[in-house]
C-alpha cells in the first residue's frame, strides 16, 4: 500500500474515532450493562461455541460451575482461535480495559486476568469509563415483550420490542399466558391480540423505544391473514403454524405503521441446527432465503422503514439492490456470521458504491455487554476508514472531509434520523 494512502486510512480513522456512536442492535442488559467478572467477557457465546468445536468440553458451561474455573477452561483453549476476529476483540478488551501488557492472552493468563477484571470491573465509574472510552452516544436494547423496561436511562440504553416470541411461539400456552399477564388481554382471538398487542406498543412507546425488531427463518414469507384464519389458528393452536406465524407478523407491521417505529428484520436465521452446541451455538443460515419473499410486505408498508440485515454475505447484493429501489428498505449493519473483517470489507464497499450512503446504517454490535462494543466497532471504523480511503479519496470521488462526512452518516446521523432519535446526545458523561 503507497505510504500517502496509510496515511490517508490512518488520518481518516482518527476522525471517525471522534464520531459518537448509535449502537442500533445489542443484547446489553439495560439494568445490568457492564461485566462484573470475567466470565461475563468470556462467557459470550462467541468464545464458548469457538472454543466447543475445538475440543471444549460443555461440562465446564454448566451454571454451577466455578466461574473462575470455567475462565481458565475456555482461555486454554484460546490460543487454537489466535487468527479469528474474535480473538482480537478479547486481545483489545483486556489491553484497552485491563491494561494486559503480554502478547496473547492464555491460560497462564488466568490468575491475573481473573483478579484485574474483578478490580476493574467494580469500579464505581466503570459504566462511565466504557461510555467514555467507547464514545457511545446511546445503545439500543433487545428487550422481551413482557419487560418492565425499568430500572435503567431509556435515553441511552434504547429500548427495542424484540417480537419472536409472539409471530413463532404464540401456540405455547406459557407465551399466551405471559402477553395476557403483559397486557391484561387474553389473546383468544384475532380481535383481542390485535388490542393486546397494541398496548405492547404503547408501553414501549412511553418507555422510549425506537424499534421494534424480529429474526426470521428462510422459510418465512409475509403475507396477510384474515382474522378468521387467526382466530381458527388461536382456537386451535399449533406448533409451526404458518396462518398464526403470519398473521401476527402482519399486526405487527400494521402496529409499526399506526405507532411509526421502524421494524428491524433479521432474515435468515435456522434454529438449533446443531443440537448438541453451547448457548446460542446452535444456529445457523442457509440459502433458500430471498428478499422477494417480503416484497409484499415492503410494497403493503411503504410508511414504514425496514432496516434489514441478513446472515448470508452472498444475500448482500440482494440487499444492497432492494435498499437502491425501495425507499423504506435499508441495509442495516453486519449481523453474526457476517460479522468478521474480509465479509464486511466487501459486503460494506458494495453497499457504498451501489447505495446513498443515507441508506445505510453501519454497523451495530451484537454486544452483551459493554466492553464488547469498543472492539467491535475499532474493527468496523478501520475497514470503514481503509475503504473510503482506497475507494473514494484517493481517486478523487470524495475529499478527506466527506469521506468523514459519509462515515458521520453510517456511525450516526443516519440512526438517528430513522429511528427518531435527538439529533445529539447523550453521549458519554
Given at each position: 500500500m503507497p505510504a500517502d494512502n496509510l496515511n490517508l486510512i490512518q488520518r481518516l480513522n482518527a476522525e471517525l474515532a471522534k464520531i459518537?456512536?448509535?449502537?442500533?442492535?445489542?443484547?446489553?442488559?439495560?439494568?445490568?450493562?457492564?461485566?462484573?467478572?470475567?466470565?461475563?467477557?468470556?462467557g459470550y457465546h462467541y468464545y464458548t461455541e469457538l472454543a466447543h468445536s475445538t475440543g471444549m468440553s460443555k461440562d465446564c458451561l454448566a451454571k454451577d460451575h466455578d466461574p473462575a474455573a470455567r475462565c481458565r477452561e475456555i482461555l486454554s483453549h484460546l490460543p487454537k482461535l489466535k487468527n479469528t476476529a474474535q480473538y482480537r476483540w478479547f486481545t483489545h478488551i483486556c489491553r484497552d480495559f485491563l491494561g494486559f501488557q503480554g502478547g496473547h492472552p492464555n491460560e497462564t493468563h488466568a490468575e491475573q486476568l481473573w483478579h484485574e477484571a474483578r478490580t476493574v470491573f467494580s469500579r464505581p465509574d466503570w459504566e462511565q469509563t466504557v461510555w467514555k472510552k467507547t464514545n457511545l452516544a446511546c445503545v439500543f436494547l433487545t428487550n422481551d415483550f413482557d419487560d418492565a423496561l425499568e430500572g435503567f436511562d431509556t435515553t441511552r440504553y434504547i429500548p427495542c420490542l424484540r417480537t419472536?416470541?409472539?409471530?413463532?411461539?404464540?401456540?405455547?400456552?406459557?407465551?399466551?399466558?405471559?402477553?395476557?399477564?403483559?397486557?391484561?388481554?387474553?389473546?383468544?382471538?384475532?380481535?383481542?391480540?390485535?388490542?393486546?398487542?397494541?398496548?405492547?406498543?404503547?408501553?414501549?412507546?412511553?418507555?422510549?423505544?425506537?424499534?421494534?425488531?424480529?429474526?426470521?427463518?428462510?422459510?418465512?414469507?409475509?403475507?396477510?391473514?384474515?382474522?378468521?384464519?387467526i382466530d381458527r389458528a388461536l382456537q386451535n393452536p399449533t406448533p409451526g403454524s404458518t396462518e398464526l406465524a403470519q398473521g401476527i407478523f402482519w399486526i405487527l407491521a400494521e402496529?409499526?405503521?399506526?405507532?411509526?417505529?421502524?421494524?428491524?428484520?433479521?432474515?435468515?436465521?435456522?434454529?438449533?441446527?446443531?443440537?448438541?452446541?453451547?448457548?446460542?451455538?446452535?444456529?445457523?443460515?442457509?440459502?433458500?432465503?430471498s428478499l422477494v419473499q417480503y416484497a409484499a410486505l415492503f410494497n403493503a408498508f411503504p410508511s414504514v422503514t425496514f432496516p434489514v440485515s441478513v446472515l448470508d454475505g452472498a444475500q448482500n447484493q440482494e440487499l444492497a439492490s432492494h435498499a437502491w429501489i425501495f425507499p423504506n428498505v435499508i441495509a442495516h449493519g453486519h449481523w453474526w456470521y457476517a460479522n468478521v473483517p474480509s465479509i464486511i470489507e466487501r459486503d460494506l464497499r458494495d453497499r457504498l458504491n451501489a447505495v446513498p450512503a443515507v441508506k445505510l446504517i453501519g454497523y451495530y454490535s451484537d454486544?452483551?455487554?459493554?466492553?464488547?462494543?469498543?472492539?467491535?466497532?475499532?474493527?468496523?471504523?478501520?475497514?470503514?476508514?481503509?475503504?473510503?480511503?482506497?475507494d473514494f479519496v484517493a481517486p478523487g470521488t470524495l475529499t478527506e472531509e466527506e469521506a468523514v462526512g459519509v462515515a458521520g452518516q453510517l456511525l450516526e446521523g443516519n440512526s438517528r434520523r430513522i429511528f427518531r432519535l435527538p439529533a445529539t446526545g447523550p453521549g458519554p458523561a
Open positions: 459518537p456512536l448509535v449502537d442500533s442492535h445489542s443484547h446489553v442488559p439495560g439494568p445490568d450493562p457492564v461485566s462484573r467478572t470475567l466470565d461475563d467477557i468470556l419472536d416470541d409472539l409471530v413463532f411461539h404464540l401456540h405455547d400456552p406459557a407465551v399466551r399466558n405471559r402477553l395476557e399477564k403483559a397486557t391484561a388481554i387474553a389473546p383468544t382471538n384475532a380481535a383481542k391480540t390485535r388490542q393486546a398487542i397494541d398496548k405492547l406498543f404503547v408501553h414501549f412507546k412511553a418507555k422510549g423505544a425506537r424499534a421494534c425488531a424480529i429474526s426470521l427463518p428462510p422459510s418465512f414469507t409475509p403475507a396477510p391473514v384474515s382474522d378468521a384464519a402496529h409499526c405503521r399506526d405507532h411509526h417505529l421502524p421494524f428491524d428484520l433479521m432474515i435468515g436465521v435456522n434454529r438449533k441446527v446443531y443440537a448438541g452446541g453451547v448457548f446460542q451455538g446452535q444456529d445457523l443460515f442457509d440459502r433458500r432465503t454486544a452483551y455487554k459493554l466492553e464488547f462494543i469498543l472492539p467491535k466497532c475499532s474493527m468496523f471504523r478501520g475497514l470503514l476508514s481503509r475503504i473510503l480511503a482506497n
